[in-house]
């Protein structure tokens, strides 16, 4: 069961953002599934970790991004990044040490909200900086 989709109205004006965030959407509903399904703990970690470490590699990625197009709010923004990386990361840890529970509803709720909140509150904050650098270099995409 797909519990997230990506819309046009989550896009922050960079395709390769709106390409990472239509993957890790794909990477929660995965998770999702798996956990639905009663999957064991071996294949549910395996689907954590992938998580774990696209959502890092996308946070580098957004903050390299942030940088070159002078956005002005992204110290903020970067600190959210790491508290949900520590979350995941955290979620991760207490799922391989045997915590069955850690992802209950709370977690697949949270991780939802979180990602369309960040998408569509924090992320869309800074797409007047990628349209502005897109006109400048005349390179849009
Ligand atoms: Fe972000």
Do not use: C
């Not at 239509?22 to 703990?41: P, V, Y």
């Amino acid at each position: 069961m797909a519990v997230l989709t990506w819309s046009e109205t989550y896009s922050v004006g960079s395709a390769m953002i709106d390409s990472d965030h239509r993957i890790l959407i794909n990477l929660i509903n995965q998770l999702h599934d798996a956990i639905e399904t009663g999957q064991s703990r071996a294949v549910v970690g395996s689907v954590i970790n992938v998580l774990v470490e696209y959502v890092e590699h996308h946070f580098h990625r957004e903050e390299a991004l942030m940088t070159q197009i002078g956005y002005p709010e992204r110290e903020q923004h970067i600190q959210s990044h790491r508290d949900l990386e520590n979350r995941v990361r955290e979620a991760r840890q207490r799922w391989m040490a045997g915590e069955r529970q850690v992802l209950d509803d709370d977690l697949m709720v949270f991780l939802k909200r979180w990602l369309t909140d960040h998408i569509l509150r924090a992320d869309i904050a800074y797409r007047p900086w990628v349209e502005a650098a897109a006109g400048t270099h005349g390179d849009a995409d």
